[in-house]
């Protein structure tokens, strides 16, 4: 099994940062993706950031793209979302994942393994 923490969550102003961290313990992959989604109230969980772990590669949706950074500490147990220009539109419960035998961080929920608990991000205007 893999236990994924996330932490970091908060109240920020519009304009703000906020870092979201994503601890990762447990049985480990040769070859594995982590992905950051969130969800709203009312909303269906969407994927923000992924980093693929060997390629380093990473992708994001649209809508976060210049403001939003996904990394990893090179120890890859730990996925930082750093998160910038905030905007109200941004809060939501944000949840990091893990998929399993794949080096590709896709943006589809069911393709993931694992997932955390998840931490709140709320935006003020």
């Known amino acids: 099994q893999v236990q994924l923490v996330e932490s970091g969550g908060g109240l920020v102003q519009a304009g703000g940062s906020l870092r979201l961290s994503c601890a990762a313990s447990?049985?480990?992959?040769?070859?594995?993706?982590m992905g950051w989604f969130r969800q709203a109230p009312g909303k269906e969980r969407e994927f923000v950031a992924g980093i693929g772990w060997s390629a380093f590669s990473t992708n994001y949706v649209d809508s976060v793209k210049g403001r939003f950074t996904v990394s990893r500490t090179n120890a890859g147990n730990t996925v930082y979302l750093q998160m910038n220009s905030l905007k109200p539109e941004d809060t939501a419960l944000y949840y990091c994942?893990?998929?399993?035998?794949?080096?590709?961080?896709?943006?589809?929920?069911?393709?993931?393994?694992?997932w955390g608990q998840g931490t709140q991000v709320t935006v003020s205007s």
């Open positions: 447990g049985r480990t992959f040769s070859r594995y993706a």
């Open positions: 994942a893990l998929r399993q035998g794949t080096y590709y961080s896709g943006p589809t929920p069911d393709e993931y393994d694992y």
